[in-house]
């Protein structure tokens, strides 16, 4: 048994939480107060990106540039933070602008606008529906070390929200994964798994670093870092899988 006394503030304020949450129920209104906030700026965002999307060229290539180098800057404190050891920091700095960076320079390759608006759909829905699924069922987490938030009813709505934004997808004419449900349902459950792989490396990163996010950028939801934490490995697969065997796509 661990001695209270002896465990970091982070790990202490998840105890009182975890006790908190077994002595109260806490209302679903209360759950979802941060939800008007959390939509106004997705609304924001979205019009953004669409705005960049629909401009294309050097613009849209700029917004992904801007985006990567925030994102980066925020993953590179977040290193910073958690761990003194130059050599550490060395590597844990390389490895992120690697990861952001490759991500970052495969959106500015894609040349098919409908696939980005795949890309970003998936990772919204994936988001949006393991949002409101965790929030309203609850249930066991996957990792509460990690990301106490999270729970197994949260990744099933993702799989749930990827599998539905693929269908429409479909739906519009552009088959990637096949008009077989089967092939639907397991490339929404792929993509979701992909997405919260993301979203636990940088809950991972923020505990080791004693944050609660990235950065206070955007109301609701965080910093740059926390809004595509997701969408970083998303594209690093499907945008892989492009070059390999669906060089068309790919400027």
């Known amino acids: 048994m661990e001695d209270v006394d002896d465990l970091s ?40 990106a669409g705005g960049a999307l629909w401009a294309g060229g050097f613009v849209r290539d700029a917004f992904f540039l801007i985006v990567g180098l925030a994102c980066i800057f925020e ?11 130059p050599y550490a920091r060395f590597i844990g700095v390389t490895a992120g602008f690697a990861y952001i960076g490759y991500a970052t320079w495969l959106l500015m390759q894609i040349d098919a606008v409908e696939m980005l608006i795949l ?9 949006t529906f393991a949002y409101f699924f965790g929030r309203t069922i609850g249930g066991p987490k996957i990792a509460p ?22 269908a429409l997808y479909f739906a519009l004419g552009e088959g990637l994964f096949g008009g077989d449900l089967a092939y639907l349902i397991l490339g929404g459950t792929l993509l979701a798994v992909v997405a919260q792989s993301g979203d636990f490396l940088e ?11 990235s950065s206070n950028l955007i109301p609701g939801h965080g910093g740059i870092f926390d809004r595509i934490d997701g969408l970083v490995p998303v594209v690093i697969l499907v945008g892989t899988f492009l070059l390999l065997y669906r060089p068309h796509w790919i400027a």
Do not use: H, N, Q, Y
Request: hydrophobic share 45%; with cysteine.
């Open 203 to 213: 809950s991972w990163m923020k505990r080791k670093a004693g944050m609660k996010d």
């Open 9 to 48: 503030p982070e790990r202490r304020r998840d105890r009182i939480k975890a006790f908190a949450k077994k002595a109260v129920t806490v209302p679903l209104s209360v759950r979802t107060s941060d939800l008007p906030k959390r939509a106004a700026s997705g609304l924001v965002m979205m019009l953004v």
């Open 145 to 166: 070390r990690i990301s106490p938030s999270k729970t197994w009813a949260g990744l099933l709505g993702g799989a749930v929200g990827a599998t539905t934004a693929i």
């Open 119 to 127: 890309l970003i759909g998936v990772v919204i829905c994936v988001d």
């Open 75 to 85: 993953m590179a404190r977040l290193v910073l933070r958690a761990t003194k050891r």
